[in-house]
């Protein structure tokens, strides 16, 4: 064989592997933009995985993630969503306050929410039926549940007529919460309290401030800064006896009474569903926002029995888990 034929065979071998690699198909990557900490809430996790598996997506097998969290430091956001941009990810989901912070960061990779409130009135979706862009989710109920939290915090505790109602300092977002819940507020006979917090020392002067009023009860509004401290919320409660009622389970899990809100695991799976739609060329603008409507009420008994509470048979049955 000729000296040129040689080199020739062999540098067509030694390519075969890099053409072989080239062919092989790419697996697309899913960046994940959380606003809390990956230990805090699991099981929600968990359940956006399980959504993805449906559509079928494995992580690991056929899917890769690229998870970024702020760790409750919400200024965190943006740089976290600049680099799933960097690194071209296929679609972004992302929760809560970290929607924004992805939507800014780009309007042409697909985006994929959970988030609290109107996302039409936060500015996320131009509207529910026609999202428009490249964004689409799943918006859960919030300030809706108000005076349903309120009503059944006054079927534990009915003798309380003094009802203290924390709600974040924003005006706007105080104002919403408020309103939504006067009317139960009236037709239950209470004497209501307002109280503001926007960080850590506030919290802690609010249960001082409860203490003041002869607070029987505490309603605490749906908030992003209330959210991330719902664990910490629910050990004050407990450590100064107080009967209170918040939006998600963690509260209740902490030591709270209960916990009365939507569904966050069934609302994230939901969120995991649409993530693989898109992965499969879906676009989000033909993709309505959905509206997670599935609630649940969680009663800690033991909360209960340390507060000399009694919880009637019919509220026990009512209830989708207590805590023992």
Known sequence: ???????????????????????????????????????????LLVAWSRGLKEGGYVERQNVAIEYRFAENRYDRLPEL??????RRVDVIAANGPAAQAAKAATATIPIVFVTG?????????ASLNRPGGNITGVSILDVELGAKRLELLHELVPTATIIAILVPSDRARSELISKNLQG??????????ILHASNDRDLAAVFTRLVELRAGG?????DAFFNSRARQLGVLSIRHAMPAAFQFRAFAEAGG??????????????AG????????GEKPAD???????????????????ALGLTVSLPLAGRADELIE
Do not use: C
């Open 218 to 222: 505490l309603v605490i509004g749906g």
């Open 117 to 125: 409130g109107d996302p039409v009135e936060i500015g996320l979706v």
């Open 273 to 280: 569903i649409y993530t693989s739609r898109i992965l499969k």
């Open 184 to 193: 139960a507020v009236r037709t239950l006979g209470l004497q209501p309290h």
């Open 257 to 270: 009474l209960m916990s009365y809100g939507a569904d966050l695991a069934d609302s994230y799976y939901q």
């Open 81 to 86: 969503a600049a680099d799933l941009v960097r």
């Open 287 to 305: 993709l309505p926002v959905q509206l997670a409507t599935k609630v649940e009420l969680i009663i800690n008994l033991n909360t209960a029995k």
């Open 1 to 43: 064989m000729k000296r040129r034929e040689i080199i020739m065979l062999l540098g067509g071998a030694a390519a075969w592997p890099l053409a072989a690699r080239a062919q092989q198909p790419t697996i697309p990557v899913i960046g994940f933009l959380g606003s809390r900490g990956p230990s805090e809430d699991p099981h």
